[in-house]
């Protein structure tokens, strides 16, 4: 049974750049939910994708953009980096089915903003 | 809105002693789940259990054991005989019931060490 995974492992991009993160959810799963966790911290939420439609959405601005695609795969693109967007970026999913499932992680992917 | 609270930062156990880490939590629901996650080095989190605001009875699986207590707002974990392999940073979350979809809003965590 293969558990969420997200490409790539690690990133490195300059400030102004867009990026796009990919996340492949566990198998029979249909909900993913993006984190951002700088070093030192507790993971932020970011938003949530449930039937290719943004569920729910933390308090990130509009760079942060997502997509869900018909095989519940997700990405996040973040458009006009900053230093301050240097983190690893955790992916999560879960079944959406009654209120509230289990979010299981990937192994997440680290992004470098130089 | 809610929020948890971890306000230990740091425990530095040997091997084989119990540790027990704090975790309080602030949420207007009366419905809620409380989860607790372990983050090994490597960076993937790691599910360990979940506890229903509903249900209060503490439990024990194998090493873990947690204590959640609603009139406190409190939901502690403890690891009973602690093994270096325990080694890693270890998340509270809280989930609410009224909001579409299941949002974590996770404390700060505490790093635990295990030294042999």
């Known amino acids: 049974d293969a558990g969420v995974t997200q490409s790539p492992t690690h990133l490195i991009k300059t400030r102004g750049q867009q990026v796009t993160l990919r996340c492949s959810p566990k198998?029979?799963?249909?909900?993913v939910s993006w984190y951002q966790q700088a070093l030192g911290q507790g993971p932020q939420f970011i938003f949530q994708?449930?039937?290719?439609?943004?569920?729910q959405r933390g308090n990130f601005p509009d760079r942060f953009s997502g997509h869900q695609f018909p095989n519940y795969s997700s990405e996040l693109n973040v458009n006009a980096l900053l230093l301050g967007d240097s983190a690893l970026y955790l992916c999560?999913?879960?079944?959406?089915?009654?209120?509230?499932?289990?979010?299981?992680f990937g192994p997440g992917t680290r992004l470098t903003v130089l | 809105a809610q929020k948890v609270t971890q306000a230990q930062t740091e425990i530095s156990v040997v091997e084989k002693e119990d540790v027990t880490l704090d975790c309080v939590y602030e949420?207007?629901?009366?419905?809620?789940?409380l989860f607790w996650y372990k983050q090994p080095p490597s960076g993937e989190l790691v599910f360990l259990i979940r506890?229903?605001?509903?249900?209060?009875q503490n439990e024990i699986s194998g090493r873990y054991s947690w204590n959640f207590q609603k009139s406190t707002s409190s939901f502690n974990f403890t690891i009973t005989a602690s093994q270096v392999v325990d080694s890693a940073v270890y998340f509270c979350?809280?989930?609410?019931?009224?909001?579409?979809?299941?949002?974590?809003?996770f404390g700060g965590g505490t790093r635990v060490l295990v030294k042999p």
């Open positions: 979350a809280l989930s609410e019931a009224a909001a579409a979809g299941n949002k974590l809003t």
């Open positions: 949420t207007r629901d009366t419905t809620y789940y």
């Open positions: 198998s029979g799963h249909d909900t």
């Open positions: 994708y449930y039937e290719e439609e943004e569920r």
């Open positions: 999560a999913s879960s079944l959406s089915e009654g209120a509230l499932d289990t979010q299981y």
């Open positions: 506890r229903n605001s509903f249900d209060e």
